[in-house]
């Protein structure tokens, strides 16, 4: 459960710091999503980012990740800036480097689950046989063994999500982002994926930004953050 504090890791050197948004401001049209929010996530570290409906936090996840360029300010990850590299180059990170869950998982409806969870490890050009037989390692773990060729519309919420989880975290991703990963379940199931998630996270080292409105699920994390339109108000690791 959480340890955080407004404070927690002020003085933490930057070199432990694997991800930083410096002052970044994003527009859509005429419309603000962020105006200078600034924080970062140390190396290990599981972030929850919270704030209610609207105020951003998913877009600061998204430009993070190198999914959305910011107008103004800075991010950079493993201290260096990602938001002046081209697409394909961050294309390369977010397959490379991070990992990702959604709200609704987002699984390939036409593949099987242990295809879903070998995806990431495919498309990075890893042998079939290595990737599956690291898939079926996942399964073990998350408790989903059986389940391999079952496809997504076989699967309960539940199991589903597991499987996402497992298809982030299969390429061990120095970073892992997850969307609301429990939004669309109940509390039981939700609880047992956040348990799942932190032992996987903790095992690996792995970085995890976590954007939630559930004070039930950031209690999982060691610290959080709150975002208010488009700032964050609580909670920076910058001095």
């Given at each position: 459960?959480?340890?955080s504090?407004?404070?927690?890791?002020?003085?933490?050197?930057?070199?432990?710091?694997?991800?930083?948004a410096?002052?970044?401001?994003l527009s859509?049209?005429?419309?603000?999503?962020?105006?200078g929010?600034?924080?970062?996530?140390?190396?290990?570290?599981?972030?929850?980012v919270?704030?209610?409906?609207?105020?951003?936090?998913?877009t600061l996840?998204?430009?993070?990740a190198?999914i959305?360029l910011?107008?103004?300010?800075?991010?950079?990850f493993?201290?260096?800036?990602?938001d002046?590299?081209?697409?394909?180059?961050?294309?390369?990170?977010?397959?490379d480097?991070?990992?990702?869950?959604?709200?609704?998982?987002q699984?390939v409806p036409?593949?099987?689950?242990e295809?879903?969870?070998?995806?990431?490890?495919?498309?990075?050009?890893t042998?079939?046989?290595?990737?599956v037989?690291?898939?079926?390692g996942?399964?073990e773990?998350?408790?989903?063994?059986?389940?391999?060729r079952?496809?997504?519309?076989?699967?309960?919420?539940?199991?589903a999500?597991?499987?996402?989880l497992?298809?982030?975290?299969?390429?061990?991703?120095?970073?892992?982002?997850a969307?609301?990963?429990?939004?669309?379940?109940?509390s039981?199931?939700?609880e047992?994926?956040m348990?799942?998630?932190?032992?996987?996270?903790r095992?690996q080292n792995?970085?995890?930004?976590?954007?939630?409105?559930d004070?039930?699920?950031?209690?999982?994390?060691?610290?959080?953050?709150?975002?208010?339109?488009?700032?964050?108000?609580?909670?920076?690791?910058?001095?």
């Amino acid at each position: 459960m959480s340890t955080s504090s407004s404070s927690a890791g002020s003085d933490q050197p930057a070199a432990a710091r694997v991800l930083e948004a410096r002052e970044v401001s994003l527009s859509f049209g005429q419309t603000p999503a962020l105006r200078g929010a600034s924080m970062s996530v140390a190396t290990g570290e599981i972030l929850a980012v919270m704030g209610p409906s609207g105020s951003g936090k998913s877009t600061l996840l998204h430009c993070l990740a190198g999914i959305l360029l910011p107008d103004t300010g800075e991010i950079r990850f493993a201290g260096r800036r990602i938001d002046y590299l081209g697409e394909n180059v961050r294309t390369g990170m977010r397959r490379d480097r991070f990992g990702f869950v959604f709200q609704f998982g987002q699984l390939v409806p036409e593949l099987s689950v242990e295809e879903n969870i070998a995806l990431p490890l495919l498309l990075k050009g890893t042998r079939r046989a290595d990737a599956v037989s690291r898939a079926r390692g996942w399964l073990e773990r998350l408790d989903l063994a059986g389940l391999e060729r079952r496809r997504c519309g076989e699967l309960s919420g539940g199991q589903a999500q597991r499987v996402a989880l497992a298809r982030g975290l299969v390429t061990d991703p120095e970073v892992l982002f997850a969307d609301e990963p429990t939004g669309s379940l109940d509390s039981l199931t939700g609880e047992r994926v956040m348990d799942l998630l932190v032992v996987a996270a903790r095992e690996q080292n792995t970085s995890v930004v976590l954007v939630t409105h559930d004070p039930r699920v950031a209690a999982y994390a060691d610290r959080e953050i709150m975002v208010r339109d488009g700032k964050v108000t609580s909670g920076e690791l910058i001095p």
